[in-house]
């Protein structure tokens, strides 16, 4: 019998570089962390600020904040989630970081 051999081709190379939903996940929680947001926020429960899940259940059913919430994570925000939490600016993430972050935590 003979061993499988896997073939790369052009049509076969683009499936290879997707990344499944482990490593989105994995690439999102790394960019997070280096980008300090974890220092706030935690996954699964509210720290300093709300949970990503929380926030992912609140807004990811409306399209309207996927386009709004890079303006909230640059601008900051205070009272969306009651007088405790107050979100300072995040000027400085680019936008395919912010775009990136508010892709990861809508997909909690």
């Excluded at 919430?69 to 900051?76: A, D, F, N, T």
């Amino acid at each position: 019998m003979r061993p499988f051999v896997w073939i790369l081709t052009a049509s076969t190379i683009p499936a290879l570089a997707v990344a499944g939903p482990g490593e989105d996940f994995d690439r999102g929680y790394r960019l997070a962390d280096a980008k300090g947001c974890l220092e706030c926020h935690a996954l699964g429960y509210s720290y300093i600020g709300p949970s990503f899940s929380a926030i992912a259940q609140r807004y990811r059913r409306n399209p309207e904040y996927r386009e709004r919430l890079p303006y909230v994570i640059r601008g900051g925000s205070a009272g969306h989630w009651g007088e405790r939490f107050v979100m300072w600016p995040q000027a400085s993430l680019s936008d395919a970081e912010v775009r990136q972050l508010v892709d990861w935590v809508l997909s909690q």
